[in-house]
C-alpha cells in the first residue's frame, strides 16, 4: 500500500516544461500540459505514450486498492423495513475505535472507577445523540458513533474489571 501511495504521489507531480517553443508558458514554469513538439522538450511522442500506459496501470491498481479498502469500512445491509440496500460503517472501523479509546481510558482514568455509573451516563447520552436526529436537532452521525463507543468502552471495562467501588470485581470464586 504505502509502494503504491508513493508510486501515486510521484506520478501526480508535474512536468517541467523547458521549450522555448510551447505556446502554453515554458521556461521551467509547472504547468497542466506536456508539450512534445520543441527542441527542450523532456518528452516525445513515444516516452509520453509509456507514460500513460504507466499511468493507465498505476490507475487500475490503485482502484482495485481504493475498492478493497472500501470494502472494509463499509458494506451494505438491507434496511430492516423497506429491503432496500443500504450502507453502512464498518464493525471493523467501530471495534478499532472501540480499543483506542479503552486504552486511552484506561491510561487516563485507572480505577477504582464508578463503572456502572460511566455506564449508565454514556447509555444517556447514546441515547440522546439518537433522539436528537430522530427530532431534527442534529444531523450529526458521528455524534452518535462516538456515544456508541464510549458505551463499548465502559461495558469493556464493566466486563474485566467490574466496579470497585460497589465492591463487584472478577475473582477466583466469580469466574469459574
Not at 455509573?117 to 452521525?141: F, P
Amino acid at each position: 500500500m504505502d509502494d503504491l501511495v508513493e508510486r501515486l504521489r510521484k506520478a501526480s507531480g508535474c512536468f517541467l516544461c523547458n521549450c522555448r517553443d510551447c505556446e502554453r508558458g515554458g521556461m521551467g514554469e509547472l504547468h497542466d500540459h506536456v508539450c512534445t513538439q520543441g527542441p527542450d522538450c523532456k518528452l516525445n511522442v513515444t516516452k509520453l505514450s509509456q507514460v500513460n500506459s504507466g499511468l493507465r496501470i498505476l490507475c487500475g491498481q490503485s482502484a482495485t486498492e481504493i475498492a478493497r479498502l472500501r470494502s472494509k469500512i463499509t458494506r451494505t445491509v438491507k434496511h430492516p423495513v423497506t429491503g432496500q440496500p443500504q450502507l453502512t460503517l464498518s464493525d471493523d472501523m467501530f471495534l478499532q475505535d472501540v480499543k483506542t479509546e479503552l486504552a486511552k481510558a484506561c491510561s487516563k482514568f485507572p480505577g477504582p472507577n464508578p463503572t456502572i455509573a460511566a455506564l449508565a451516563e454514556e447509555a444517556g447520552e447514546l441515547s440522546q445523540a439518537m433522539l436528537h436526529i430522530r427530532e431534527g436537532k442534529s444531523n450529526d452521525w458521528w455524534a452518535v458513533w462516538n456515544e456508541a463507543v464510549q458505551v463499548a468502552v465502559m461495558a469493556a471495562r464493566a466486563a474485566t474489571e467490574g466496579d470497585e467501588t460497589l465492591g463487584v470485581v472478577p475473582k477466583a470464586e466469580n469466574c469459574q
